[in-house]
C-alpha cells in the first residue's frame, strides 16, 4: 500500500467510531478475498520498456468506486468527496446518505449512479429518474447481490441499521430510507438489464462480473461497460481476487466495450498492472473512505493526488506504455 494511503488509514481508525470504521474495513466471511485483492497485486511485476522517446500525457484512468453511508466517516459525507473529485468520476452509490441531486450539484467531476435494482420495479424506475433529473452520466448496475453478503465484524458489533440521523437518502419517500430496505433479491436477471435499458437513454454499465460468459452476456445485452469486482470481498468469500478475473473478461469482451476493474488497489503501481492487463479504468473504494474520515474533502483529494502522482511516475519508468506482455509473475 502506499504510505499516505496508510497513513490516512491509520488517522481514520483514530477517528472513526470502531463499529463504523469494521463497517467499511470488513469483508464476507473469513475475509480471504478481502485480503486476497490486495495480494493478487503483489504477485505480479512490471517489465519496463527503455528507450521509448515519449512524453507522458496526464490521464488518470481511476474512478471513486460507489461505497456506502460517506456520512458514517465524516458531517459532510458524499458532498466532501463530490468536493473533491477534480475531474475524476465518482460513482455514487444508492445507499448514499446525500441525495443524488445534491451530490452531482457539489461535484468537480463527473458523476454516474450505482444501481441496486429493486424488486418492485417502479421504486427501480423511481430511482433511475432522480439519477437523470441529477445530471448523472450513467448508470451502474450492481449485478453481485442478490443477498447482502454475510459480515462478521458488522454481527460481532450488532451493525444492522444507520444511526438516528442519517439515511439513504436516495431512498427517501420511495421506501422507508433505513439500510436494510435496499433491498436485494435473487430474481433479478438480464431480463432486467433489458428493462433498464428500454427505460433509460443513459450508458449502462455492469458492476461484479468475475465469469468471462458473464461478460459475453453483458455484451450481448447491449451494455456500455463491465465492472471485473467481486465487490471489494463483501460478497461472497470463495471467488478470485478481481485482478486475478481480470485477464479472462478482458479476452471474452474482446475490445467490444470498456472492461474497469475495483477491488484491492492500493497505490499507482497497481493501476498501472490493472491497466497493463486490459483494464480501461479502475475504482477505489476503501482508500477514499479513509482519506474522507481522515480530512474530508482535503484528505479524499490528498489520496486521488497521491495516486495519480505515483502511477504517471510508473507510466513513466514502463515507457509510456502498458500492455499484457509486460505483466510477469513474482519468483
Wanted: glycine share 10%; proline share 6%.
Amino acid at each position: 500500500m502506499n504510505p499516505v494511503l496508510a497513513e490516512l488509514h491509520d488517522k481514520a481508525r483514530a477517528v472513526l467510531d470502531p463499529v463504523h470504521h469494521d463497517f467499511f474495513a470488513g469483508g464476507a466471511g473469513d475475509e480471504v478475498v478481502l485480503a486476497e485483492n490486495e495480494a493478487a497485486f503483489r504477485r505480479l511485476a512490471l517489465l519496463p520498456r527503455v528507450l521509448r522517446g515519449r512524453e507522458i500525457g496526464e490521464d488518470f484512468p481511476v474512478m471513486i468506486s460507489p461505497t456506502a453511508f460517506h456520512k458514517l466517516a465524516h458531517p459532510d459525507g458524499e458532498l466532501a468527496t463530490a468536493r473533491a473529485l477534480s475531474g475524476t468520476t465518482l460513482v455514487s452509490s444508492t445507499a448514499s446518505t446525500v441525495p443524488i441531486a445534491d451530490v452531482v450539484a457539489a461535484a468537480t467531476g463527473p458523476v454516474w449512479f450505482q444501481l441496486y435494482v429493486q424488486p418492485d420495479m417502479a421504486v427501480t424506475e423511481a430511482l433511475v429518474r432522480r439519477a437523470e433529473q441529477a445530471g448523472c452520466r450513467a448508470l451502474v448496475v450492481t449485478a453481485d447481490s442478490p443477498v447482502f453478503g454475510r459480515h462478521r465484524r458488522d454481527l460481532a458489533h450488532g451493525f444492522h441499521d444507520l444511526p438516528p440521523g442519517l439515511a439513504a437518502e436516495n431512498m427517501r419517500d420511495l421506501v422507508e430510507p433505513g439500510l436494510r430496505n435496499i433491498a436485494m433479491s435473487p430474481t433479478v436477471s438480464w431480463e432486467h438489464i433489458d428493462r433498464l435499458r428500454e427505460m433509460t437513454a443513459l450508458p449502462l454499465w455492469v458492476k461484479g462480473i468475475l465469469h468471462p460468459q458473464d461478460a459475453e452476456l453483458a455484451v450481448g445485452h447491449g451494455v456500455a461497460g463491465v465492472v471485473v469486482s467481486n465487490h471489494g470481498g463483501r460478497q461472497l468469500d470463495l471467488v478470485p481476487a478481481s485482478l486475478d478475473a481480470l485477464p479472462a473478461v478482458v479476452d471474452a469482451v474482446a475490445g467490444r466495450v470498456p472492461v474497469a476493474l475495483d477491488g484491492g488497489v492500493r497505490s499507482g503501481g497497481d493501476i498501472a498492472l490493472a491497466l497493463a492487463l486490459g483494464a480501461s479504468a479502475v475504482g477505489i473504494g476503501r482508500p477514499v473512505l479513509w482519506g474522507l474520515a481522515a480530512d474530508g474533502d482535503q484528505g479524499v483529494r490528498r489520496v486521488l493526488d497521491v495516486l495519480r502522482d505515483e502511477f504517471l511516475h510508473v507510466l513513466t519508468l514502463c515507457g509510456g506504455e502498458l500492455s499484457r506482455d509486460m505483466v510477469v509473475k513474482r519468483c
